[in-house]
């Protein structure tokens, strides 16, 4: 899906990313690579194999798009434990692959807490806000004087209901008036549903397709 926005033009891509055509910079939030070896490291026994899955999905992103940097917006890796030896190897593995991008870390609460990026990663750290073009790259959604912002960290949703009392939570790209808010990147993030007020605008994701969904209307009677 295409659109023009804060006097660029960029692609929302169904593998939850956003691509700023001008630049040919690939976009991505809350990728929290580590959060199963976290868990695993705190005696929750989850499934391994989300790593690889990531970095699969993020190469092929950048193929697709053939982009030239990749910005991840805040909580690259989830903890200190997602340090873990094969989570590096693969991570690293992955940077000498694609040594020529170009790759910025916009700082995020789960990256301090987290401890410094490997050298190896060759990750520039940058502070929010950090000027993109016409735009603020943030981790933490807000209001800004200087700009348009796209961000990340709620993992937004948004909950659909039919009249049967079922419903359906899917991730979602979400803007309100100079904000942008991603959904996160991650396989294994969870995800937190939006209040939609009007004038919001959301294109949830679902089977990869992107769906935009209208403001709700009352159900008749």
């Not at 030896?85 to 987290?114: K, P, Q």
């Not at 200087?146 to 039919?162: E, K, Y």
Request: aromatic share 8%; charged share 20%.
């Amino acid at each position: 899906m295409r659109l023009s926005w804060a006097g660029a033009d960029w692609q929302l891509l169904p593998d939850r990313a956003l691509f700023a055509e001008d630049s040919a910079t690939l976009i991505v939030a809350d990728a929290h690579f580590g959060k199963a070896a976290t868990f695993r490291a705190r005696g929750v026994p989850v499934p391994h194999g989300t790593t690889a899955c990531n970095l699969d999905r993020l190469t092929a992103l950048v193929q697709a798009t053939r982009a030239r940097a990749v910005v991840f917006l805040g909580d690259l890796f989830h903890a200190r434990e997602a340090h873990a030896r094969e989570t590096i190897a693969a991570m690293t593995a992955w940077r000498a692959a694609h040594a020529a991008l170009d790759l910025v870390l916009v700082e995020g609460n789960h990256d301090r807490s987290a401890g410094a990026v490997p050298d190896a990663l060759a990750i520039r750290l940058v502070q929010e806000p950090w000027t993109f073009g016409s735009t603020l790259l943030c981790h933490h959604p807000q209001q800004h004087d200087d700009g348009f912002v796209i961000a990340g960290h709620l993992h937004p949703a948004v909950r659909l209901a039919g009249r049967g009392d079922d419903s359906l939570r899917l991730p979602c790209f979400w803007w309100r008036e100079r904000l942008a808010v991603l959904p996160a990147f991650g396989e294994f993030t969870g995800s937190a549903t939006i209040a939609r007020e009007p004038g919001d605008r959301v294109v949830a994701v679902a089977e990869r397709r992107l769906y935009e969904i209208p403001a709700a209307r009352p159900l008749p009677g």
